[in-house]
């Protein structure tokens, strides 16, 4: 009876959330009041067919607050930059769907910017560069979106 309890109270959870796998990754990073931000960035960009396709792909998108962090005056400057707005977008993406537990086993992987990103525990929690990642494992039908607290600072 209390696995039956427990099970129904998890599929509540899980269904509250509204993060499907029949969503590709824009339409899931859309769905969040927490990702609006990055997923407008996305689309001024010009990169939603990148997260639309079929192919997989790993996001680390920083949250709203995350974004709130950065100076006014810089993201008004990389929303008119577009080959700059472009390259911070990739640089929070990997190639291939990476659940959070496989990252640390990975220590690094090549953004599909080009540079590589570190994986590491800080303070007992799981992080990429110098950002927590805050809300793991965000499934969609094509990836799976890691929130993390920054905007990743390409090195």
């Known amino acids: ?13 899980f269904s509250t959330t509204g993060y499907s796998q029949d969503k590709n990754l824009l339409e899931t990073l859309k769905q969040s009041a927490n990702y609006s931000t990055f997923a407008g960035l996305v689309e001024t960009a010009g990169l939603q067919s990148l ?24 993201l008004a400057a990389l929303k008119k930059d577009p080959a700059a707005l472009k390259k911070m977008i990739q ?7 990476i659940p959070s537990d496989q990252l640390l086993r990975l220590k690094t992987a090549r953004t599909i910017e080009g540079a590589r990103v570190e994986f590491m525990m800080k303070g007992g929690k799981s992080s990429v560069q110098e950002a927590e990642i805050t809300q793991p494992n965000l499934k969609a039908s094509n990836g799976i979106i890691h929130g993390v607290n920054a905007v990743l600072k390409l090195k």
């Open 51 to 74: 997260l639309t396709g079929t192919d997989k792909y790993t996001i680390f998108a920083p949250t709203n607050d995350a974004f709130e962090k950065v100076p006014a005056a810089d």
């Open 1 to 13: 009876m209390m696995k039956m309890f427990f099970a129904l109270a998890m599929t509540a959870v």
């Open 91 to 97: 640089y929070h993406i990997i190639t291939s769907a």
